[in-house]
């Protein structure tokens, strides 16, 4: 993955601003440079006319007067000016007076002037030749220029540095820290703060938009992830209760509400590991509800369905909450668990709801009512007993009450159903029993 250099923005404004710097340095300093030449060449030219024009009269006097020693004092006045290489001066007598470096005359450039009459100015006595040094007016420029230069010079480096300093404190180091944080900042702590370490005197401005900017991102991020934990701790919770309505409706039985045998195969075992971990009683009582078929095969499965939902509220009624449970075993068969129970208070227990079926009228819909019997086999936790056998010795002793007229609860009282006459019990073989009428129920 090519990762693209970093570009501090500081950086690049600097060197923008330097550019700019430097243009406007050739800038200043070409035209302050024109500006100067132009001065000096006029203050030039005003200097040799100004000397001129002081000493020709004084000339004129010399010539008029034929003063020779006059003329070769006002030469050596003249050329005090160091612009004037060279003078010669003429008299119209024919006389010339000369003064100055001959060497400097090729170079030079030469400026008449008359001398006029000290009687009648408009008839000269002379003219005077003047050899003007322009080297000095170059040297005069040169050293303008370099001073401008140096000048707008000094004064841009320290424009630049000045800007310099003032981006990378008040830009650079402020989006630095911005980087930083942004570049640290960890989705959970997502809620923590961005402050920017300004210096003293900060005035609000457009990296202030940005934190604030920043700001705002956090709470709506903050009330996003809020707003989503809620969603998902709702559809969490919508969840739980599906699965738990799920669960419930996997191991209800949905006609009578009563669990089914998953979940009877599934608790079964962890109730009697709990009865033989603390020695506690455990009982079972399978129970069938007689001639149900009948009841379907002549009423239909609608008022069958009734019954059994009849029934099964008949077993919850006699049954402790939260301790006792019943099971729809199959069909019209039913298993009620009694766990911390004794075999003679199972037998009890199963007289009574017994004697409450017996006595539960089932309305129909023509305006008779029903009544119904049911059969009860009681069976107690044994030692080594499992599931199976508990299930099978139950089922024993309802199939003993079914061969012996049903309506009936087995075994009738609290003896131990584990002697010799039990077992002839459970082993001999039954004859078949015919249904009865619905007018015997």
Same mark, same amino acid.
């Given at each position: ?40 060449? $006029? ?13 020709? =009269? ?57 001398? =006029? ?33 140096? +000048? ?40 923590t703060r961005l402050e920017l370490e300004l210096e003293p005197g900060h005035v609000y401005n457009e990296i202030d938009l940005v ?49 089914n045998r998953l979940l009877f195969n599934e608790r079964m075992p962890a109730e009697i590991q709990r009865a033989v971990r603390y ?20 009423? +239909? ?35 009620i668990i009694l766990p911390e129970t004794g075999l003679k208070a199972a037998i009890d227990a199963a007289t009574r709801i017994r ?15 029903? $009544? ?58 039954? =004859? ?10």
């Open positions: 993955m090519n990762v693209t250099p970093l570009q501090s923005i500081a950086s690049l404004l600097i060197r923008r601003v330097f550019k700019w710097v430097i243009l406007c340095v050739v800038a200043i300093s070409g035209l302050q440079a024109w500006l100067n030449y132009r001065a000096i060449e $006029h203050n030039f030219n005003m200097t040799v006319n100004d000397v001129a024009h002081a000493h020709l =009269p004084l000339l004129s006097v010399a010539i008029w007067d034929i003063e020779p020693q006059t003329i070769q004092k006002q030469i050596k006045l003249i050329l005090k000016n160091t612009s004037i290489a060279y003078v010669v001066i003429r008299a119209n007598t024919g006389q010339e007076f000369i003064g100055g470096d001959a060497s400097r005359t090729p170079n030079g450039e030469h400026i008449m002037f008359d001398i =006029p009459s000290p009687i009648d100015a408009a008839k000269p006595v002379g003219t005077a030749e003047f050899v003007v040094d322009r080297s000095m007016l170059k040297n005069e420029l040169w050293r303008s220029l370099i001073i401008v230069v140096l +000048g707008v010079l000094v004064l841009s480096i320290f424009i630049f540095l000045a800007v310099a300093a003032i981006l990378r404190r008040d830009l650079e180091r402020p989006m630095r820290q911005l980087a930083d944080f942004v570049k640290n900042l960890q989705a959970n702590k997502i809620s934190v604030d900017g920043f700001h705002t991102m956090q709470s709506s991020i903050e009330k996003h992830i809020a707003n989503q934990d809620a969603l998902v701790s709702e559809r969490t919770r919508q969840l739980e209760t599906a699965m738990q309505t799920l669960k419930q409706l996997s191991i209800t039985d949905g006609l009578t509400g009563c669990y020695g506690r009683d455990l009982c079972v009582v399978f129970c069938d509800i007689d001639f149900f078929k009948n009841v379907n095969d002549q009423y +239909g499965h609608a008022v069958g369905d009734k019954v059994l939902v009849s029934f099964a509220q008949s077993l919850e009624k006699e049954l402790r909450a939260e301790v006792d449970w019943v099971v729809r075993y199959g069909g019209e068969e039913f298993m004697e409450q079926v017996e006595l539960m009228a089932i309305s129909l819909a023509d305006g008779y009512s029903l $009544h119904i019997t049911a059969s009860f086999g009681v069976a107690e936790l044994r030692a080594g007993d499992t599931v199976e056998t508990l299930v099978h010795r139950a089922d024993q002793w309802l199939y003993f009450s079914k061969s012996h007229g049903r309506n009936q609860v087995q075994p009738r009282d609290d003896r131990d159903d584990r002697d010799d006459r039990d077992d002839r019990n459970d082993q001999r073989i039954v =004859p078949e029993i015919h249904p009865a009428t619905l007018s015997e129920l």
